[in-house]
């Protein structure tokens, strides 16, 4: 323990413990595994192996939303023939118990995404009021453009000519415009009509536009309660509204307020794994999401005094870096390096070099608290909804109005805890070179027209066919699945094709791990038409689009791709696929239903607790393409996974008459000259 310099304390040996190589494919990981096998500390990799999921929970089909319950409703071996006549206490149907159990996966994920979206307006909004000093408006450009798409005033007349309105005057305005949208009685997201006009309009027909953000998570809970909906379309239908309240608002009210605060992103090289960690700097790793907390961790660790105060104290330097989105909202906008994945949390701290671990919300393990027992970590929660249990957590509650102190205080705690480390340190020496910082605006920048400013030359390439498509590729690691595979085969599947892909969250992270950011390694894993695209403009063929919250910019890109023309007028009808090939957040289950609600067909790796009712599947899978042009779907195995994106993409591309320009585009010179003659 802390006290006992020097020892690492050795937990109780379990017997049962997990194979390395299968519970990940990246080494760093293997390594970091082997070696808290060897210090006796059991991590979530150990504990996968040892506690099987629930045979009926991963059905969908347990309902414990009353006390006459839980009412448990598997699947029979071999299926139901005939009329389904499982049934809970109070009747309850397969299909609605699992609807039930969607439907509050969903309103969780989009009160986890709205929540941080609320707290980044909250802070937004003191900055704008000048009540703090460290948060300050960064993007003044952005500020503008935001402001009209809400609606407030740019300009001002005076005596008969236009000026440009006070940017302070803007910024209260557009805060207090914001954080409506969490709560206004009446009408309905604002940046709902940032969609294609068809799709709103769409939206609109159905009856499934949002009215405010907190409204439609609440409704699902009403709605899920004991006796009230029974008819699972009906369900859906209100999940519709709570995640597209989600991606098309909570989530893109934090992108944007997030980039107007602390800088829209543009690309920029850093590097990830663990091996990132330093022996001899104090190494701090901040986790969890909401950027209003590491954007002053970063801040201050930068500052001289605190870098001079780490040399005092024996240290060489401050290294921060960062673990799950938390990572990459300051990767995006500052290039410090992830440290890791989900899955790689309690990696860190095993490591012996992990000062103090930050962490705010979500995503964060309770074991972690377990873990940093046996080393010298400092584990500081900072959120007031986000404490922990055990006593080694140290809570130092972070405040916008008093920010640089707090993490002024932190960040001098994990230098002063440099000095505590034992002997047992082991850093896995494994990382990789990455380009990440890629948005709507950059993408614009490398692959638009200059003389357009628009999608133009992507939708170009997408047409003549040397990209075939483009796939946003998102999400977690799960501990069912071996870390990183099913995401790396994914990806490098699709690219192999000349799939363009677009990626967020931890998901990103293992790309970056895998070395798939670099502009170099489309030489080496994308196809022929993808790889000449990447080569002329200088990308990677895959792009490193932010955090979890930011798949509203996938959103918006494929947007943009309408927009420029040339591809259909809805998301619906250009060649445009989503996966989340390890997911296990709720958050996820969100994101899910708004890409598919957007237009898009959405396939997850790992299990989804549909299966159990198969009806209720059958809709989410097939019913919904006829509604929304895009559906869910689940395919386990991973190239297969890849290759239903393909045909989907394939199936658009034919739709709009753009298969055949593929086929020429990708004969060889020699067929080439042999057409022209
Ligand atoms: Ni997304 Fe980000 Fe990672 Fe999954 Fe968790 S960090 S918000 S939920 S685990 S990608």
Same mark, same amino acid.
């Given at each position: 323990? @802390?006290? #006992?310099? %020097?020892?690492?304390?050795?937990? $109780?040996?379990?017997?049962? =413990?997990? /194979?390395?190589?299968?519970?990940? !494919? ?120 935001? @402001?009209? #798409?809400? %609606?407030?005033?740019?300009?001002? $007349?005076?005596?008969?000519? =236009?000026? /440009?309105?006070?940017?302070?005057? !803007? ?135 605190? =870098? ?370």
């Amino acid at each position: 323990m @802390a006290e #006992e310099k %020097g020892k690492v304390v050795k937990l $109780e040996k379990k017997k049962k =413990v997990v /194979d390395p190589v299968e519970a990940s !494919i990246d080494i760093a990981t293997q390594e970091m595994i082997v070696r808290s096998q060897e210090l006796g500390i059991e991590t979530v990799f150990d504990r996968a192996l040892s506690m099987k999921p629930c045979n009926i929970g991963i059905q969908g089909t347990c309902c414990k939303n009353c006390a006459m319950g839980p009412c448990r409703l598997p699947l029979p071996k071999g299926g139901i023939e005939g009329e389904d006549e499982r049934k809970g206490l109070c009747g309850a149907t397969a299909n609605t118990i699992a609807a039930r159990n969607f439907a509050r996966m969903v309103a969780a994920g989009a009160a986890a995404h709205s929540d941080h979206g609320r707290a980044v307006a909250e802070v937004f909004m003191s900055a704008a009021k000048k009540e703090t000093d460290a948060y300050k408006i960064k993007d003044t450009v952005k500020l503008v453009a935001v @402001a009209k #798409e809400l %609606g407030v005033a740019t300009t001002v $007349e005076v005596d008969g000519e =236009v000026l /440009d309105r006070d940017l302070d005057e !803007i910024a209260v305005e557009v805060g207090e415009v914001a954080l409506n949208e969490w709560g206004k009685p009446e009408g309905e997201l604002i940046y709902l009509k940032r969609a294609p006009k068809a799709r709103y309009e769409l939206w609109k027909k159905l009856g499934v536009l949002p009215r405010n953000i907190d409204r439609e998570i609440v409704e699902i809970m009403h709605r899920t309660h004991m006796g009230v909906d029974q008819d699972y379309k009906n369900l859906v239908k209100q999940c519709t509204r709570a995640s597209l309240a989600d991606g098309w608002g909570g989530s893109m009210l934090a992108t944007d307020l997030q980039d107007i605060l602390f800088g829209t992103p543009s690309p920029l090289q850093s590097e990830a794994n663990l091996g990132i960690m330093k022996e001899d700097h104090v190494n701090i790793i901040v986790h969890g999401h909401e950027p209003v907390l590491s954007e002053m961790i970063v801040a201050v660790a930068d500052s001289q005094e605190m =870098v001079d105060y780490a040399k005092e104290k024996g240290a060489k330097g401050i290294q921060l870096g960062g673990i799950c989105c938390t990572a990459n909202e300051i990767l995006q906008r500052h290039g410090v390096p992830p440290a890791g994945n989900f899955l790689q949390q309690e990696l860190a701290i095993i490591t012996g070099a992990c000062d103090a671990m930050v962490v705010d919300v979500q995503c964060v393990m309770q074991n972690l608290a377990n873990v940093a027992k046996c080393f010298h970590t400092k584990l500081i929660t900072t959120h007031p909804i986000a404490k922990m249990e055990q006593d080694n957590v140290i809570h130092i509650e972070f405040d916008e109005h008093h920010a640089l102190e707090d993490a002024k205080r932190i960040v001098k705690m994990a230098i002063d805890n440099f000095a505590n480390r034992g002997a047992e340190v082991m850093i896995p020496q494994y990382k990789s070179p990455l380009v990440a910082g890629f948005g709507v605006e950059s993408i614009q920048y490398h692959l638009g027209g200059s003389f357009r400013g628009s999608y133009y030359t992507l939708n170009d390439n997408i047409i003549n066919g040397r990209i075939r498509g483009v796939a946003g590729v998102v999400g977690c690691n799960n501990a069912r699945q071996q870390h990183n595979n099913a995401t790396l085969t994914i990806i490098k599947e699709l690219i192999k094709n000349d799939v363009l892909v677009l990626t967020t969250g931890c998901n990103a992270i293992t790309c970056g791990m895998h070395g798939l950011l670099t502009p170099e390694s489309a030489a080496v894993y994308a196809g022929p038409g993808l790889a000449e695209v990447c080569e002329t403009v200088g990308i990677a063929p895959v792009l490193h689009l932010g955090s979890c919250v930011d798949n509203s910019r996938i959103l918006l890109a494929a947007t943009e791709v309408v927009k420029a023309g040339g591809l259909g007028n809805d998301i619906s009808e250009w060649p445009v696929a989503g996966s989340a090939p390890e997911w296990m957040s709720e958050k996820a289950i969100s994101i899910g239903q708004y890409f598919v609600t957007s237009g898009v067909y959405t396939v997850f790796g790992g299990l989804l607790q549909t299966t159990g009712a198969p009806v209720f599947q059958k809709y989410l899978f097939e019913e919904l393409e006829k509604i929304y042009g895009g559906m869910w779907d689940m395919v386990v195995d991973p190239v297969e996974h890849a290759h239903k994106m393909i045909a989907h993409i394939d199936k658009k591309r034919k739709e709009l008459g753009i298969d055949k320009a593929r086929e020429r585009v990708l004969m060889d010179m020699a067929s080439r000259q042999a057409l022209d003659v």
